[in-house]
């Protein structure tokens, strides 16, 4: 069994920065990607960011040069690097790794405004 576990979240006003980290533990015997999802209150969740073991990135075009994606493979933790963050950002961020399936976290809300 995988365990995630997410911290960073918060309130920032628009323009301020946070970074979202995300730890996977447990039963894991390769991570071949982690990403991160978000949830605004009446939509749908959407992907914002994903990073595949290899290195190798996607960016939703609604954070692409604003965000920033990496993963520690020693440690199984992927990190979100949010910059410029505006309003329609807020949401509850997930995220996710793949291993043989996908397992989510529990989710850490982001909160953009003045």
């Known amino acids: 069994q995988v365990q995630l576990v997410e911290s960073g979240g918060g309130l920032v006003q628009p323009g301020g920065s946070l970074r979202l980290s995300c730890a996977a533990s447990g039963s894991i015997f390769r991570v071949n990607a982690m990403g991160w999802y978000r949830q605004a209150p009446g939509r749908e969740r959407e992907l914002v960011a994903y990073i595949s073991s290899s290195g190798i990135t996607n960016y939703s075009d609604s954070v692409k040069g604003r965000f920033t994606i990496s993963m520690d493979n020693a440690k199984n933790t992927v990190y979100l690097r949010m910059n410029n963050l505006k309003p329609e950002d807020t949401a509850v961020y997930y995220c996710?790794?793949?291993?043989?399936?996908?397992?989510w976290g529990q989710g850490t809300p982001v909160t953009v405004s003045s």
């Open positions: 996710y790794v793949f291993t043989t399936t996908r397992t």
